[in-house]
C-alpha cells in the first residue's frame, strides 16, 4: 500500500500500534473538519483516503482498539428491527411563530415591557430539515435521537454516525469550554440534505422507476431513518447544530456564546447568524434572509429569533408547547399558477366523497404539488374552479398546499361549472348527502374503494402499523380477493404473499409477483401488528369520529373489547374525551353484525382486545430513588446513558448532579467531582458490581 509516512514512522507503528491509531484518528478527524465543516481541505482526496486505508488495515490487525468513535466506523451497519425509543433528557419543544413582522414585533415588545429594556436578541435561519439530539459523553458521541414527539424520539446512533459534519469526538477546545467533560451533554440541531443532492436522489430514484421524496426534509428525515445505516452513509445529509439541552453542562452564558462554543467543539455552525442589540436590525436580518433564500444551497422556512441570555431565557421559560424565548419568523407563504387538468372524486373508509384537484405539476415553497384537495362540493362551488382553468396554488412551508381560487381571465371558453357525480366513482351506487357533516357520501357497504380504505387504514403508522402495507398491496389483495376485511389480513399464508400478482408483467410477459422476500417480511409485520395496543385496534377499526386519541379515551373508561360492547351510550358519553357524537357512533359500530363478526375473528387470531396489564414492564423496585452516575462502567463497557436507562427502567430516576436527595451514587473507574461531594454529604457510593447486581434483581444490595 502506498504510505505518506517514513520508514521511521511506519516502525513506530508497528512497536506502539496504539499511539499510531490514535494519530491517524486525530489526523483524519482534523481533515474531516476540515473538509465538511470548514469548507476549507488541506490535503488531497487521495491522501485522505491513505491515512484511511493505514488506520483501517491497523485497527483491523489490532482489533483491541476498536472504538466506535473512530472514523473508520461512520460506514454504517444494520439498525435492527426498530428504532429503539429514547427519552429525552430535557423535552425538545417545538417553536412559536410570527406569521408577519407585526407579530414579530408584538413578541419583541412584549419582552421589552417586561425587562424595561430591549433584550440582545440572536437570529438564525429555521433550517427546514429533520432535529436531531446529540448526546456526547467524555467528549464521544454515544446517542443521536430524533426529536419524535418531543419527549421521546429514536435512536439512530449507527446512522448519524455516517453524517460525516457530526464530530464522533469533540475538539479539545471544545472540551475546555465544558463544565465537567466526563458528563454527559446533549447538543441540539437540524439535519437536512441540500437541494442539489435532494434533486439528484430523486433523479435517480426516477430514473429506476420509483417514487422520490416530496422535498429535502422529507429526504433528510427519510435518509436518517433508514434500518441499514449504508443507505445512510451514501446520502448526503448535512448539521447545523444550534442549541443544547441544559446549558448548565457548558461554560457559556449566552447563545451567541454557544454558538462560539459549538464552532470550537467541532461542530458545523451556520454562518448567517446575528447578535441584534436593537429591534430594527432583527427585521433587516428577516428581510435580507429572505431576498437570500432561493440563492442558498439548503432550504430554510423563516428565521428564529432567541432571547440571547440563558438567565433571562431560564426567566422567561417555556409554555406546553415552546419556548417563550424564542419565536419562529416565518416566511411569507409561496404561491404558484398551474393547470387545473381534472377534478377527480375520492372514496374515503367511511364513504365520503372528496373532490380532488389534479393539477398540472408545480413546485410551490420547495415541494412538488401535483394534486390538491378540495374538501367538499361546497368548497368546489365556493371558490369556483373548472376544469381547465389556471389555478392559484399556496403553500406555506409544511403546510398542505391549498388551491386559492381560479384567474378568472385566463378561463376557457366554455368551461362549466364542476358537478359532484351522482353515483359513487367506484360502485356505482347512488351517492347520499350528509347533511349534518355537509359531505357527500357513498353508504352501500360493499363498495370496493371504502374497503380498501379501511384497510389501509388499519395498516398505517398511528394504527396497526404494519410495515410493507402500501396502498398498492392493499389494492392488490383486494383485487385478489384475498382480503375483504382486516381480520382477513390474519388468514394470510407465505404461498398466498408470495404468489400474489403484482398486477404488472415483467420483459418477458411473465406476471411480477410479491415474491418470497417480502411475503416473508410483510407476514413477519403482520404478526407482529397483534401485538400493538387496544387504544390502536380501536382506532384502526376506523369507527367514525373515532380518532387516535380518542381511542384513548376510550380506553381509559373501558379497558376490553367487551367492557366496551357492554357500555350504554350513555355510559360511554361520560368519558372524559368523548362526547355524545361519538358514543353513539361507537354503539352503533358495536351492533353491527358484521363489525362483530371481524371483531369475534381477530380476537381469534390473537388481536389484543384488552389494555396491557403492564405485562412486560419491569417490576418497579426501584421507584423513588435518585440515583447519579460518575465515572466509567469498565466492567460491563455501558456509557451512562444506558446503564441510566436501565436504573428508569425500574423506575428510579436519574439525576446529573449529586444533592442531598441523591439516594446512591454509582461510581465507576476514575470518578471525578460528583464522588467528593457524595462522600462530603453522606450519600452512599456503589461500586459498578452493586450497580450489576441491581440491574440484575432490582434491588439494592446491602
Ligand atoms: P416547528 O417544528 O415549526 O415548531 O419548528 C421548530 C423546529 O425548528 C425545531 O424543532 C427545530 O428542529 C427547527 N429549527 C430549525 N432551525 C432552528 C434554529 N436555528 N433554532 C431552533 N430551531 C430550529
Known amino acids: 500500500m502506498d504510505s505518506l509516512f517514513s520508514e521511521e514512522e511506519l516502525a513506530a507503528a508497528?512497536?506502539?500500534?496504539?499511539?499510531?491509531?490514535?494519530?491517524?484518528?486525530?489526523?483524519?478527524?482534523?481533515?474531516?473538519?476540515?473538509?465538511?465543516?470548514?469548507?476549507?481541505?488541506?490535503?488531497?482526496?487521495?491522501?485522505?483516503?491513505?491515512?484511511?486505508?493505514?488506520?483501517?488495515?491497523?485497527?483491523?490487525?489490532?482489533?483491541?482498539?476498536?472504538?466506535?468513535?473512530?472514523?473508520?466506523?461512520?460506514?454504517?451497519?444494520?439498525?435492527?428491527?426498530?428504532?429503539?425509543?429514547?427519552?429525552?433528557?430535557?423535552?425538545?419543544?417545538?417553536?412559536?411563530?410570527?406569521?408577519?413582522?407585526?407579530?414579530?414585533?408584538?413578541?419583541?415588545?412584549?419582552?421589552?415591557?417586561?425587562?424595561?429594556?430591549?433584550?440582545?436578541?440572536?437570529?438564525?435561519?429555521?433550517?427546514?430539515?429533520?432535529?436531531?439530539?446529540?448526546?456526547?459523553?467524555?467528549?464521544?458521541?454515544?446517542?443521536?435521537?430524533?426529536?419524535?414527539?418531543?419527549?421521546?424520539?429514536?435512536?439512530?446512533?449507527?446512522?448519524?454516525?455516517?453524517?460525516?459534519?457530526?464530530?464522533?469526538?469533540?475538539?479539545?477546545?471544545?472540551?475546555?469550554?465544558?463544565?465537567?467533560?466526563?458528563?454527559a451533554v446533549e447538543l441540539r440541531g437540524e439535519v437536512y440534505m441540500p437541494k442539489r443532492s435532494f434533486e439528484a436522489l430523486n433523479a435517480a430514484a426516477e430514473a429506476e422507476g420509483k417514487a422520490g421524496f416530496a422535498n429535502p426534509r422529507n429526504a433528510a428525515a427519510g435518509s436518517l431513518r433508514q434500518k441499514d445505516a449504508k443507505i445512510t452513509s451514501m446520502r448526503d445529509l448535512s448539521t447545523f447544530i444550534y442549541s443544547v439541552g441544559d446549558a448548565r453542562a457548558l461554560q457559556a452564558g449566552t447563545q451567541w456564546d454557544l454558538l462560539q462554543w459549538l464552532r470550537e467543539a467541532g461542530f458545523h455552525v451556520n454562518p448567517d447568524v446575528r447578535l441584534c442589540t436593537e429591534p430594527g436590525e432583527v427585521r433587516a436580518f428577516c428581510e435580507e434572509c429572505l431576498e437570500r433564500r432561493d440563492a442558498l444551497p439548503y432550504d430554510i422556512d423563516g428565521v428564529v429569533v432567541k432571547v440571547n441570555e440563558f438567565a433571562l431565557q431560564d426567566d422567561m421559560g417555556y409554555t406546553a408547547r415552546a419556548p417563550r424565548w424564542a419565536i419562529a419568523y416565518k416566511f411569507p407563504p409561496e404561491e404558484k399558477t398551474t393547470l387545473l387538468r381534472d377534478i377527480t372524486v375520492q372514496v374515503g373508509r367511511t364513504g365520503a366523497l372528496t373532490p380532488v384537484a389534479e393539477l398540472e405539476p408545480v413546485t410551490v415553497a420547495g415541494s412538488v404539488v401535483a394534486r390538491a384537495t378540495l374538501h367538499n362540493e361546497d368548497e368546489v362551488r365556493r371558490k369556483d374552479v373548472r376544469i381547465g382553468d389556471t389555478v392559484i396554488v399556496h403553500k406555506a412551508g409544511d403546510v398542505i398546499p391549498e388551491i386559492v381560487g381560479p384567474v378568472l381571465s385566463l378561463r376557457p371558453e366554455g368551461a362549466t361549472p364542476w358537478e359532484m357525480p351522482a353515483t359513487c366513482p367506484s360502485c356505482g351506487s347512488p351517492v347520499v348527502r350528509d347533511e349534518v357533516e355537509v359531505v357527500i357520501r357513498c353508504e352501500s357497504i360493499d363498495c370496493p374503494a371504502q374497503a380498501t380504505e379501511r384497510l389501509k387504514h388499519w395498516g398505517s403508522r398511528n394504527a396497526m402499523d404494519i410495515e410493507g402495507l402500501g396502498d398498492e398491496i392493499v389494492g392488490r389483495l383486494v383485487e385478489s380477493g384475498l382480503v375483504a376485511d382486516v381480520a382477513d389480513f390474519y388468514h394470510l399464508t407465505e404461498f398466498d404473499l408470495a404468489t400474489l400478482d403484482m398486477g404488472r408483467v415483467k420483459q418477458d410477459g411473465e406476471p411480477v409477483r410479491l415474491g418470497e422476500v417480502m411475503a416473508k417480511k410483510l407476514l413477519a409485520s403482520i404478526q407482529e401488528s397483534k401485538g400493538r395496543s387496544f387504544a390502536r385496534v380501536l382506532f384502526g377499526l376506523g369507527m367514525r369520529h373515532v380518532g387516535r386519541t380518542t381511542a384513548e379515551a376510550i380506553v381509559q373508561g373501558f379497558p376490553s373489547m367487551e367492557a366496551l360492547r357492554a357500555a350504554t351510550e350513555e355510559q360511554l358519553a361520560n368519558v372524559d374525551g368523548v362526547g355524545g357524537v361519538i358514543a353513539k357512533s361507537v354503539v352503533a359500530f358495536l351492533n353491527t353484525p358484521d363489525n362483530i363478526q371481524v371483531i369475534d375473528r381477530l380476537a381469534r387470531h390473537g388481536v389484543s382486545m384488552a389494555a396491557e396489564t403492564t405485562g412486560d414492564e419491569l417490576p418497579q423496585t426501584l421507584a423513588g430513588l435518585t440515583f447519579v452516575l460518575t465515572g466509567s462502567l469498565v466492567q460491563s463497557g455501558m456509557t451512562r446513558t444506558e446503564a441510566g436507562d436501565l436504573l428508569k427502567a425500574r423506575g428510579a430516576k436519574v439525576s446529573g448532579s449529586v444533592s442531598k436527595k441523591t439516594s446512591y451514587v454509582i461510581a465507576g473507574e476514575a470518578a471525578g467531582s460528583k464522588y467528593d461531594k457524595a462522600v462530603s454529604l453522606g450519600v452512599p457510593v456503589l461500586d459498578e458490581a452493586a450497580f450489576l447486581q441491581i440491574v440484575e434483581t432490582g434491588e439494592v444490595p446491602e
Open 14 to 183: 508497528t512497536s506502539d500500534p496504539g499511539a499510531r491509531i490514535e494519530a491517524l484518528r486525530r489526523e483524519i478527524e482534523h481533515h474531516t473538519y476540515l473538509y465538511y465543516v470548514q469548507d476549507a481541505p488541506e490535503i488531497s482526496d487521495a491522501a485522505f483516503d491513505s491515512l484511511m486505508r493505514e488506520l483501517i488495515a491497523l485497527e483491523q490487525a489490532h482489533p483491541e482498539f476498536m472504538d466506535p468513535s473512530s472514523p473508520s466506523q461512520r460506514v454504517g451497519g444494520a439498525v435492527g428491527d426498530q428504532f429503539s425509543a429514547v427519552r429525552h433528557e430535557q423535552r425538545m419543544y417545538s417553536l412559536d411563530n410570527a406569521m408577519d413582522f407585526d407579530e414579530l414585533d408584538a413578541w419583541m415588545t412584549r419582552i421589552q415591557e417586561y425587562f424595561g429594556r430591549f433584550v440582545p436578541v440572536v437570529c438564525e435561519l429555521k433550517i427546514d430539515g429533520s432535529s436531531i439530539a446529540l448526546t456526547y459523553e467524555g467528549g464521544r458521541l454515544v446517542r443521536a435521537a430524533t426529536r419524535g414527539d418531543g419527549t421521546t424520539g429514536e435512536d439512530v446512533t449507527v446512522n448519524m454516525r455516517t453524517v460525516r459534519d457530526v464530530p464522533l469526538r469533540l475538539r479539545d477546545e471544545g472540551l475546555r469550554g465544558l463544565v465537567n467533560p466526563a458528563n
